[in-house]
């Protein structure tokens, strides 16, 4: 067992003892001949005492030597002890946010009861809403995406020196031939587009990389525009030496937290080499100076690369908030399968707080009303490849209106499956400095709520189901009201 969870276990069971006995610190140190100083080190899992002072210690304390030096702990601490026994601590990305694992050894010592309620809470909470290790990780990785504002100019500055040391022209569409050379050439890899099409079970994977072999296992079904997109990523480990990272492309599995990290700079570099910022940010900017908003023009841009629609829309969340200071956003994607009314949200993110759109509630039915979904009701009914479609969203009970731009594309790994990429942009004073286009008549504006659930919208033509939750709100603040007047009339 580790040094540092022996000495922070023994920490705890001398603490709970001292104040089960109502002692203090100066107290044991009275009683002990220890001084408190030392006493407080062993206290927070700093130090650990020679058995002779154990010895003495249990004395003092009338506790069996046996179970001083036992790791076994108390219903009131196990949660504790499971948790720094799991090894999670070494796992979860503090470094991302400044944090020390000795700073939380501190904070478990110093509060192991109120520490111990947080745990608990959190497994609650965890277990009722199927919150896993990856949802974490995942979750991780958005919060550093938002403390960077999803903007990293090292990668950026990382693709610069890959293109000019490869002579890629970023001015030029990249191809997936001339990265695929790359790969082959100078990294070893050899290149399989067949295998995969015999196993049945991995019809939803996109490649399989063997490491042993450098043999990348390519699905037959991709399109030029997502072989792209996972060579560059095959190159973004190679040229940035990550030697932690995901295999499988969906990622069906990882081992640690830098895998998934890895994972998601990988992709990054993938977005910011296929889609280069210089490049993007003029295309943008011609757009914006227009006093209308012309859909050609931006279909045009995203056809112009060669990346998929979402490729497209996740590099918005990179370049808006570095180029034109809109930081305001969100990224929703939704999938949908024909013939159904249920639509799931699979990604979310959001950039400066958490906005009105969002998946915070279980199993509730998302606005009908949301663009989101109508692109994905529209590509079911008429069969297109891509359909867009933008809209003006107005939350009348959080006061505040998003312009929406949607795409929906089908799903080229199952047959009947579509699914929805959109960015939302709060309507605020920069966003109106930055898009001429946003008085356009021409853009539709529709007043939406979160879910059915919630919606206070009277006569609502795609409502699925009532608003329960909302009725309740309203009853309970009803009753508080009755109450509070009955309060003052017998007062």
């Known amino acids: 067992m580790e040094e540092s969870y022996i000495k922070v276990v023994f920490g705890l069971k001398l603490k709970q003892i001292r104040v089960d006995k109502k002692l203090s610190l100066f107290g044991l140190s009275k009683l002990s001949g220890l001084s408190k100083s030392y006493l407080n080190e062993i206290e927070n899992g700093k130090k650990y005492p020679k058995p002779d ?3 003495m210690l249990a004395d003092k304390l009338d506790i069996p030597y046996d179970q001083m030096v036992s790791l076994k702990l108390d219903k009131n601490l196990a949660p504790i002890g499971d948790l720094l026994q ?6 979860l990305p503090l470094e991302l946010f400044g944090i020390k694992e000795s700073n939380l050894i501190d904070i478990v010592a110093n509060a192991p009861t109120k520490v111990n309620a947080f745990i608990s ?15 974490f990780y ?5 919060s550093f995406q938002e403390a960077n504002n999803n903007y990293f100019d090292d990668i950026e500055q990382s693709v610069l020196a ?16 001339e990265l695929q050379e790359i790969l082959i050439e100078e990294f070893g890899y050899t290149i399989n587009h067949s295998e995969l099409d015999n196993h049945q079970a991995l019809d939803t994977l996109r490649s399989v990389f063997i490491p042993k072999t450098k043999t990348l296992l390519l699905a037959s079904r991709m399109d030029e ?6 060579y560059a990523k095959e190159l973004a480990y190679n040229y940035l030496e990550y030697k932690e990272r995901l295999y499988t492309f969906s990622w069906i599995k990882f081992e640690n937290f830098d895998q998934v990290l890895n994972n998601f700079y990988a992709s990054y570099f993938a977005g910011a080499l296929i889609l280069p910022k210089a490049i993007l940010t003029d295309k943008l900017t011609d757009l914006f100076s227009k006093n209308t908003f012309d859909e050609s023009l931006f279909l045009d841009i995203i056809h112009s690369f060669n990346a998929s629609p979402e490729s497209f829309y996740q590099r918005l969340t ?3 908030p570095k180029e034109f200071n809109i930081q305001n956003l969100f990224f929703l994607r939704f999938t949908h399968r024909s013939g159904t009314e249920r639509f799931h949200l699979k990604k979310e993110f959001h950039l400066s707080h958490q906005h009105s759109p969002n998946a915070n509630e279980s199993n509730e039915h998302y606005c009908r009303r949301w663009v989101s979904l109508k692109v994905l009701k529209e590509i079911d009914k008429d069969n297109k490849d891509h359909i867009f479609d933008m809209q003006i969203s107005n939350y009348p009970s959080d006061n505040v209106s998003y312009l929406l731009l949607s795409s929906a594309t089908k799903d080229p790994f199952k047959e009947g499956y579509y699914r929805s990429i959109s960015i939302g942009l709060l309507i605020d004073k920069q966003l109106k400095k930055k898009l001429n286009f946003l008085d356009d008549p021409k853009i539709k504006s529709q007043n939406v709520s979160v879910t059915c659930e919630r919606c206070a919208i009277k006569d609502c033509e795609v409502r699925q189901v009532p608003a329960i939750r ?8 009803e009753i508080e009201l009755v109450v509070e007047d009955l309060k003052k009339r017998f007062s």
């Open 162 to 177: 890959f293109a000019k040391a490869y002579h890629i022209n970023l001015d030029e569409t990249v191809t997936s031939k």
């Open 470 to 477: 909302l009725e309740n709100k309203e009853k309970n603040s």
């Open 86 to 91: 799991s090894k999670i601590l070494k796992e």
């Open 53 to 55: 002072k154990i010895v």
């Open 225 to 230: 525009a997502q072989r792209t997109f996972i």
């Open 138 to 142: 995942l979750a991780s990785v958005r």
């Open 121 to 135: 809470t959190i497994i609650k909470i965890s277990q009722h809403y199927n919150f896993t290790k990856e949802s």
């Open 318 to 320: 990179n370049i808006l």
